[in-house]
């Protein structure tokens, strides 16, 4: 688990449409935390922190303690808007988590060791079929990132779902039980018909030209 950031906030009076133009305006992204037994609270937050943490892999898995009032409370993104033309942050909504929450997050796999794959070496090509797992896991055991190690792996190796190393008591939220992560498959090579093909295609336009 990555390092826990503290969001300074302030709590917003009135919430709406015209509450949050104005929290913008002041140079604030409006935001709300829900969650646990406590009602939701309207508050503004510094955009720069979270320009800055949105940009980090795992935004959507990563644990803030955010400070209202003078107290701390422990939460977790569930949605950012963004402008759609300059994608800066809008809102920002946080849901509450205690240590013993067991909640639902979609975290990143990564692949490494590319390099000590012989079977990428010989020109195979890693297919990555599933770029994020859905889990259901304990709030203080939400990793970063899944991890797969491509050292010794040939060609046509399968990696499956038994093969990620999840944290205690997680549960994978896939309908296969042990379904295709990713395949090392063989390099592509184009057939004599399609290089016939785009070599008549390429005379054509030079003779149009």
Not at 115 to 139: R, Y
Request: with cysteine.
């Amino acid at each position: 688990m990555s390092e826990i950031i503290s969001l300074e906030t302030e709590v917003r009076s009135s919430v709406g449409k015209g509450s949050a133009r104005a929290t913008r305006r002041a140079g604030r992204l409006p935001a709300v935390l829900y969650g646990g037994t406590q009602e939701p609270k309207a508050i503004a937050l510094d955009p720069r922190v979270i320009h800055k943490e949105m940009h980090k892999s795992g935004f959507f898995t990563r644990l803030f303690d955010v400070k209202i009032d003078g107290k701390t409370e422990r939460a977790i993104p569930r949605d950012v808007q963004l402008d759609p033309v300059t994608d800066v942050p809008l809102h920002m909504d946080l849901m509450r988590v205690g240590k013993d929450s067991r909640i639902t997050v979609s975290v990143p796999i990564t692949f490494f060791n590319e390099d000590k794959s012989p079977g990428i070496k010989k020109g195979g090509i890693l297919n990555i079929v599933l770029h994020k797992l859905e889990l259901s896991c304990l709030a203080a055991d939400i990793p970063d990132q899944l991890t797969v190690d491509l050292t010794g792996l040939e060609i046509h190796h399968a990696i499956h779902l038994h093969n990620l190393k999840l944290p205690q008591d997680a549960k994978a939220l896939h309908a296969e039980r042990d379904m295709t992560i990713a395949t090392i498959v063989p390099p592509t090579k184009a057939t004599k018909t399609e290089e016939a093909e785009e070599s008549a295609a390429a005379a054509a336009s030079e003779a149009k030209a």
